[in-house]
């Protein structure tokens, strides 16, 4: 019979330690890193509190700071981008709680491996001990997998500490979602990666051969990734420069983290909802900067020419009437041109639609009269204004007393469109801005007329 394999434990991240601690005389040899041994391992943070970048549940009043004091570590997901220390907060935590520390990825693990990971775990309870199982990649496993977690999180059998780089409202089903508690982990800012920066010059005792923007463009290339910023101080280690690489020498020797994007994941959601609001904010340098950012990112422009089609119908509206025949023109301009030179049409898109005077009144409207025509059904438009072709139709009344408004004062009669037995209703209501004031003033004349009439 064959033996069951032991589930596979994953290497360490940028902060995590080691899965097993060397214990009697290999103890002091964890204390010298060996020769191939990569930076970003070498500093890895030996407490909680050296974890950089993350106050907001390490700090002193800490979500996960909190909880440890209290001495109830609960199932945990940790929710952030690659490099922010994900699995080195787990790591430390199972130490911090005295937890034996179990690692499991969804991409290499399956079914089989959950199986004897939980079985290892209630073993470990029943000698007295906890466990913390470790689950990188969490979003992977499909929501059977995700399902199989409920009963040993509830009962206790682990602490369950799942990693995710994708939005769990999303990425993970409720019930698990319902049992552990989401920590969002922040992006590296800029001083979290200087202080990685001062630690990596501090391991290797020497200064990093950069000038002062050229260590700012190193922390800018990083985008938030620590361990990406330390595998690029060791490839400037390695280099034999005669003096200090400033900002484009740097650039020309190292390539820039690719930028965090994917058209079908949450970044493409999260951006087009800030080029979005950035528009409606009427803040064109703003909009412009997330238009940038998601073209940078790979996105198809015919997808941005799209949604700035809707926001000229949705935002402006009535406000600058010129806004949705432009929003075409310059899709089409995007289609004959195509990338890069139709790209030009759509910023200039952006910056009309962001500095345009804004009007969801049709909006309103139109979502109030689906609303109406839902609740009233099949009623018939009023007869007078229905054709009458044939001699019947004209018998039983249809056209009869219809006002030609063109042959009225003012060119408006002033009759009833609405369906007998439907009140009138009040849809539209322009704002006063831009074009709208000018359409406000000419209902409020015309219901003058009507109330006379």
């Known amino acids: 019979m064959a033996a069951e394999r032991e589930p596979p434990i994953m290497g360490d991240d940028l902060f995590g330690l080691p899965a097993e601690q060397p214990?009697?005389?290999?103890?002091?040899?964890?204390?010298?890193?060996?020769?191939?041994?990569?930076?970003?391992?070498?500093?890895?943070?030996?407490?909680?509190e050296d974890v950089v970048g993350q106050a907001h549940l390490l700090g002193?009043?800490?979500?996960?700071?909190?909880?440890?004091?209290?001495?109830?570590?609960?199932?945990?997901?940790?929710?952030?981008?690659?490099?922010?220390g994900k699995t080195t907060i787990a790591r430390l935590l199972a130490q911090a709680a005295g937890l034996k520390f179990v690692q499991l990825s969804a991409v290499f693990s399956g079914v089989a491996d959950l199986k004897k990971a939980f079985e290892n775990a209630r073993r470990q309870a029943e000698l007295g001990g906890g466990t913390l199982l470790f689950v990188d990649e969490i979003h992977r496993f499909n929501r059977a997998q995700q399902d199989g977690f409920l009963?040993?999180?509830?009962?206790?059998?682990?602490?369950?500490?799942?990693?995710?780089?994708?939005?769990?409202?999303?990425?993970?089903?409720?019930?698990?979602?319902?049992?552990?508690?989401?920590?969002?982990?922040?992006?590296?800012?800029?001083?979290?990666?200087?202080?990685?920066?001062?630690?990596?010059?501090?391991?290797?005792?020497?200064?990093?051969?950069?000038?002062?923007?050229?260590?700012?463009t190193l922390r800018a290339m990083a985008d938030g990734d620590g361990r990406y910023l330390l595998n690029m101080v060791e490839q400037l280690l390695s280099l034999k420069t005669e003096?200090?690489?400033?900002?484009?020498?740097?650039?020309?020797?190292?390539?820039?983290?690719?930028?965090?994007?994917?058209?079908?994941?949450?970044?493409?959601?999260?951006l087009?909802?800030?080029?979005?609001k950035s528009m409606r904010g009427s803040d064109p340098d703003a909009a412009l900067y997330w238009f940038a950012r998601m073209l940078e990112g790979g996105e198809d422009p015919r997808y941005l020419a799209r949604r700035m089609t809707r926001f000229a119908a949705e935002d402006v509206g009535m406000a600058d009437p010129h806004a949705l025949p432009l929003a075409v023109a310059a899709w089409e301009t995007y289609e004959r041109l195509g990338s890069p030179e139709g790209e030009l049409a759509l910023a200039q898109l952006v910056v009309h639609l962001a500095t345009a005077p804004k009007s969801n009144a049709v909006y309103k409207a139109y979502g109030a009269a689906r609303r109406a025509a839902k609740a009233t059904g099949s009623l018939m438009p009023p007869a007078h204004i229905l054709n009458a072709p044939t001699k019947l139709m004209q018998d039983i009344g249809?056209?009869?007393?219809?006002?030609?408004?063109?042959?009225?004062?003012?060119?408006?009669?002033?009759?009833?469109?609405?369906?007998?037995?439907?009140?009138?209703?009040?849809?539209?209501?322009?704002?006063?801005?831009?074009?709208?004031?000018?359409?406000?003033?000419?209902?409020?004349?015309?219901?003058?007329?009507?109330?006379?009439?």
């Open 60 to 84: 002193s009043e800490g979500a996960l700071t909190r909880m440890l004091e209290r001495g109830s570590l609960a199932s945990l997901i940790l929710w952030g981008g690659p490099g922010v």
């Open 151 to 216: 009963p040993v999180v509830e009962d206790g059998t682990v602490v369950l500490v799942g990693a995710t780089t994708e939005n769990p409202s999303f990425a993970l089903n409720s019930a698990l979602l319902s049992r552990c508690q989401v920590m969002v982990l922040n992006r590296l800012d800029d001083p979290a990666c200087e202080a990685l920066l001062v630690r990596a010059e501090e391991e290797t005792g020497r200064p990093l051969p950069l000038t002062e923007d050229g260590r700012v």
């Open 272 to 276: 087009i909802s800030a080029l979005h």
């Open 398 to 453: 249809y056209g009869k007393g219809y006002q030609y408004d063109h042959d009225a004062e003012e060119g408006f009669s002033g009759q009833n469109y609405f369906p007998d037995g439907m009140k009138r209703q009040n849809f539209y209501n322009p704002t006063g801005r831009g074009y709208e004031r000018e359409v406000r003033h000419r209902l409020e004349t015309w219901s003058r007329l009507r109330d006379r009439r």
């Open 23 to 48: 214990q009697g005389r290999n103890a002091d040899a964890r204390k010298k890193p060996a020769p191939t041994q990569p930076l970003a391992d070498r500093l890895r943070p030996q407490r909680l």
């Open 243 to 270: 003096k200090p690489l400033d900002a484009q020498a740097l650039s020309r020797l190292l390539a820039k983290r690719a930028i965090l994007y994917d058209r079908d994941r949450e970044e493409h959601y999260n």
